[in-house]
C-alpha cells in the first residue's frame, strides 16, 4: 500500500484509479528508466503475494520493506 500511496502522491492520480500500465505509462512519460519501473511493479507484485500468501512467500517482509524504501529513493532521485 505503501508504495500505491507514494505513486498516487507523485503522478497525481487517485489510488483508486492507478493500475500497473498506467503507472508505467506515467513514469515512462516523467523519464523514469524502464529498469526501475520494472523493479517497482516487481515489489508491487511481491507486496501482493505476500499480503495474500502470508509469510510462506520467497521474500521475507524485511527484505520486501529494503526494496520498498530503495525503489522510493531512486524513483524520488529520477522522477522529474
Not at 9 to 30: F, G, Q, Y
Not at 36 to 49: F, G, K, Q, R
Amino acid at each position: 500500500r505503501v508504495l500505491w500511496n507514494f505513486i498516487s502522491d507523485k503522478l497525481r492520480i487517485p489510488v483508486a484509479d492507478l493500475t500497473k500500465d498506467s503507472v508505467k505509462d506515467n513514469l515512462t512519460a516523467a523519464g523514469v528508466s524502464e529498469q526501475m519501473i520494472s523493479e517497482l511493479l516487481e515489489t508491487i507484485e511481491y507486496c501482493e503475494m505476500y499480503s495474500y500468501a502470508g509469510s510462506g512467500s520467497q521474500k521475507s517482509m524485511e527484505m520486501i520493506h529494503n526494496d520498498v524504501v530503495k525503489l522510493i529513493s531512486a524513483i524520488e532521485n529520477e522522477y522529474d
